[in-house]
């Protein structure tokens, strides 16, 4: 078994065996905001809360405000005693050692020892993935893949992360970070992403952060089109106001999801190639967009399938809330 595996089977061991402690804390560490709550042993939230992540400060001052939000609903369930743990899903986080380490899309700079940190502020033991790991653990366990043994969860949020499972199982490869599909390139000398200096990876594109980059070389590719977007000030177009011109039938903001979709779908046909799975799942902000991303993900990854792979795997929207998906992948590290 996986490292991860061996420690939820040892966790719920300890659970079904002790009526005290009885609860978990989920933590989703992401680009923007961190969600965090309070979950009991059948996977019901009982209490939640968020913070924006502002990696821009100090760890210390995330780990200030954190505690300040977090620490009150703690005493409310009884106090650190009622814990088993808390897990902690977050970019670039590695299970083995507990750090998140050169995370593309967080300012904090080279290693973060955060299990540790978060540790020792709270005295409960922390134990930390990648966030989209933790996702595909919630989902497999709560949610759309719930019963599947082979599927790939996709998180379009500020980045594009991903976790595979494969016989049950989540890759976690010989250091903790495998399965990083949203930095494998797309685009041969394509768009720069600013943060890890590669060229054409996924997640320049697909994105909210690539949709949104999407959208202003559109405009100014196209100068004389008539466009809603053009109403916004550069600073206040995001996927979400590209996705309400859309709805109102802007062509600009439509194309945008068109050629989102496309290289989404061109990615995911690789993806379904090397590991075969029952179901990919996508979650996150992005999928808000419905079927303005869905239709040309879904076209695209079916037309560059293999014929052995066409039509076999589905590609659905996770059918949890996006908060409540973020806690309770979290929360599966320890329950």
Partial sequence: MQALEVYICILIDIMSNSSNPQYVIGIDLGG?????????????????????T???????????????????????????QAFIGIGMGAPNGNLYTGNIEYAAN?????????AHLITEKFGIKTSLTNDAKAAAMGEMMYGAAKGMKHFITITL???VGSGIVIDGKVVV???????????????HNGRLHKSTGSRGCL????????????????????????SLLRDYEEEELTSETVYDCAVKGDEIAKNVFEFTGQILGE???????????????????LTKAGSFIMAPTKEAMEKNLYQ????????????????????????????
């Fill in 308 to 335: 052995v792979f066409k039509n076999k795997v589905q590609l659905v929207f996770s059918n949890l809330k996006e908060s409540d998906a973020a806690i309770l992948g979290a929360s599966a590290l320890v329950l």
């Fill in 54 to 80: 502002d990696s821009e400060k100090p760890i210390e001052y995330f780990i200030q405000q954190l505690h300040a939000k977090l620490q009150p609903m703690i005493d409310k369930m009884g106090g650190k």
């Fill in 267 to 285: 990615a995911l046909a690789n993806f379904v190639m090397f590991s075969s799975p029952q179901a990919i799942v996508l979650f996150g902000g």
């Fill in 106 to 114: 967080l300012h904090w700079k080279g290693i973060v020892p955060i």
């Fill in 157 to 159: 949020g500020t980045g």
């Fill in 203 to 226: 997640e320049a594109y697909a994105s909210a952060t690539g949709v949104r980059e999407t959208a202003l070389e559109f405009l100014q590719n196209n100068p004389t089109t008539i």
């Fill in 173 to 187: 490869g010989n250091d903790g970070f495998a399965g990083e599909l949203g930095h494998t390139i797309v685009r």
């Fill in 32 to 52: 923007t905001n961190t969600k965090f709550g309070i979950v009991d042993k059948d996977g019901h939230i009982l209490d939640q809360d968020r913070i924006p």
